[in-house]
């Protein structure tokens, strides 16, 4: 065993120990990407070795409405930075076709939003 993974066992052990100080217990499922046994704390399943979550489904429809609401939040948060960086942009700008311009792209991506989160409710 290399060095290197030496130490990234000792720290995924250490990690273990914090978690189960935390209240943490220990489920009888491995982590997919490391293969170290998953800790549950509260609602979270963390994987100590390589210090990701891990969600567990049971089918895979579940998968996909992971996924599709995975791609909703990412989504959510790109229209809410475009938004930002327009925000930005107004309070800067002082020609005033240009901001008309900003002025219809803020609205068409704040009914973007909004018509994000009807389809996430």
Known sequence: MKE?????????????VELMRQGATMLNEACPECSGPLFQLKDDIICPQCGKKVLIVSDEAEVQELE???????????????????TKRLNEEKDSDELMAIGRLTI??????EKLKRIRS
């Open 4 to 16: 290197s993974d030496t130490k990234n066992e000792e720290t995924g052990i250490q990690k273990a």
């Open 68 to 86: 599709k609401e995975a791609i909703l939040v990412e989504l959510d948060h790109a229209i809410s930075s475009q938004i930002e960086n327009l």
């Open 108 to 113: 068409l991506w704040l009914e973007a939003l």
